[in-house]
């Protein structure tokens, strides 16, 4: 008689609101997980066609052009130390054509 009781027990939890709504949640839940790991999927392919570092090879050269850059930045090539001097050079004589043409 102890499964009766039990039984009744049983329907009264799967009567509660949670547990009618819990097969639908659920595969909702698993619907939900589907779309997000395709989209990122998708989203993860698309970039590694498209970026250039993940290219084999390309990644040891963009460090090169990186640490390269890195040195240039130290060299000072413009002297920057008195901006308060007009420029020395006048592009006031360029006109639009020759600029586009240059």
């Known amino acids: 008689m102890e499964w009766v009781t039990e039984r009744e027990l049983y329907e009264q939890i799967k009567g509660l609101k949670f547990f009618k709504l819990f097969r639908l949640w659920k595969a909702i839940r698993y619907w939900?997980?589907?779309?997000?790991?395709?989209s990122r999927k998708t989203v993860k392919d698309s970039l590694e066609r498209k970026l250039i570092h993940t290219k084999k090879g390309m990644a040891k050269i963009l460090i090169a052009h990186a640490s390269n850059c890195k040195k240039l930045e130290g060299e000072h090539l413009i002297?920057?130390?008195?901006?308060?001097?007009?420029c020395s050079v006048s592009y006031t004589h360029l006109t639009l054509p020759t600029i586009c043409s240059v």
């Open 79 to 86: 002297d920057m130390t008195e901006p308060n001097e007009p």
């Open 32 to 38: 939900q997980h589907n779309v997000l790991f395709s």
